[in-house]
């Protein structure tokens, strides 16, 4: 099936650990995207990737890292300088001639 | 910078009755405009959207939306509410230049009475 896969769905840490969450697409869309979803705030970008090897920050990508090396692959790594991680985190990718973004199921993170 | 205002944080309708989501954007020329649905925990699903021509766009699960430039508006509209339809709903906005990435309004939940 073509899609946007996200893994793991759920995902426990311990403060000050790194954790990489997975996001692959086989859609063979250019773009893809970070949202974090917090309740009663909607979501928000963390950082988006227009083509393979570029990336840019979004509007609260402090404490995140991201890797675009393959144009299906777009890991997040959530450091341990984000001060507040445990939130659901949405994978999303497009092609640019179509403007419509399409979301995986999404990743639970729990920090604690 | 663009925005979405989503007025309604919580909205309760009965089963069978009519629905308006009300949705607003800023932004100086016409964005691109959708409407996604996410029921709990899961990804958002695309229900419509809008990038020019007819101001009224039918979605999918009986979903409509109309375009209404001097009201800086796209309320999401259906006719008839389903106890399924329960879920939380999100406008959101694209520009066509620039930051080509969505930005979204802060949702309304919908609660459908039986």
């Known amino acids: 099936d073509g899609g946007i896969t996200q893994s793991p769905k759920y995902l426990f840490r311990k403060e000050g650990q790194n954790v990489t969450l997975s996001c692959e697409q086989n859609?063979?869309?250019?773009?893809m995207y970070w949202y974090r979803q917090d309740p009663g705030q909607g979501l928000r970008l963390i950082y988006y990737?227009?083509?393979?090897?570029?990336?840019q920050k979004g509007d609260i990508a402090e404490g995140y890292s991201v890797s675009r090396e393959k144009k299906e692959s777009f890991p997040l790594t959530v450091t341990s300088a984000q001060k507040n991680p445990t939130a659901f985190y949405l994978c999303?990718?497009?092609?640019?001639?179509?403007?419509?973004?399409?979301f995986g199921e999404g990743s639970w993170l729990t920090v604690v | 910078a663009q925005s979405v205002t989503q007025p309604d944080i919580h909205i309760t309708v009965s089963e069978g009755a009519s629905l308006e989501l009300r949705c607003n954007y800023s932004?100086?020329?016409?964005?691109?405009l959708f409407w996604y649905v996410q029921s709990p925990g899961q990804g958002l699903q695309l229900l419509l959207k809008?990038?020019?021509?007819?101001?009224l766009v039918q979605g999918i699960k009986g979903f409509e939306a109309e375009f209404k430039r001097s009201q800086s508006s796209f309320n999401l509209r259906k006719p008839s509410v389903h106890w399924s339809d329960a879920a939380e709903y999100f406008c959101?906005?694209?520009?066509?230049?620039?930051?080509?990435?969505?930005?979204f309004g802060s949702g309304t939940r919908l609660q459908v009475q039986p």
């Open positions: 859609l063979n869309h250019d773009a």
């Open positions: 932004y100086g020329a016409t964005p691109y």
């Open positions: 809008y990038f020019s021509g007819d101001t």
């Open positions: 990737s227009q083509i393979v090897n570029d990336f």
């Open positions: 999303a990718s497009s092609a640019e001639i179509e403007n419509t973004i399409y």
């Open positions: 959101a906005t694209l520009m066509d230049t620039g930051r080509r990435a969505l930005t």
